[in-house]
């Protein structure tokens, strides 16, 4: 409060007076104060995860925003919210710190909001935003942080997404992507289930 000859007026909004005074003082750089107070106090900043929409002011407190899932702030002076869209970020809250990174075998959702299983056949160290494909012959399961390969005299079956021993008389030397690379043994050979070459039946042996 202040003294005038109608007695006592009230500070306006950016001054202040303890009292005694004939005059109101102004609140300084990085203050500010309402009407009728006795002191000013040291203007907000933003908490993470938050932005500023207006700056203080003498007569105004700083106004702050929420950021939303799929960005993210450190609060403080920053004026808007940083995009989680780099390679392999998202943010699954709103008023997130910072954005996160996709672990191994997922990847971001389309609005970078959460994250997704990589699908079947398809891999991820982690940290992108696309899942790859297996490389020939191989296979994975769904979430995989790496592609699998079926051994010698095994093929992949799709149905049951695993490899499986090829049938008798068939054979593949490195593994194959189906059944159909499970080579017939030529006339006069045979093999076990799950063999890498077929053995040949001597003449003397028949």
Partial sequence: MLRSSQGEEQCAAGTYSTGGANE?????????????????????????????????????ETQCGDCLAGSASMGITATACDSCTGEGEYSDTDRAPVCKTSPAGHKPTDDHTNIELCPK???????????????SNGHSQPGSSACERCLTGRYFSEPDNKCELCPTNTYTIAGATDISGCTDCPPGGHSDPGSGYCEQVRMDEK
């Fill in 24 to 60: 109101c003082s102004e609140c300084g750089e990085g203050e500010t104060s309402g009407a009728g107070a006795a002191g000013c106090s040291t203007c907000a900043t933003c908490a993470s995860g938050r932005y500023m929409i207006s700056a203080c002011s003498p007569t105004a």
């Fill in 121 to 135: 056949n398809t891999f991820s160290i982690g940290a992108t935003n696309d899942c790859t494909p297996c490389p």
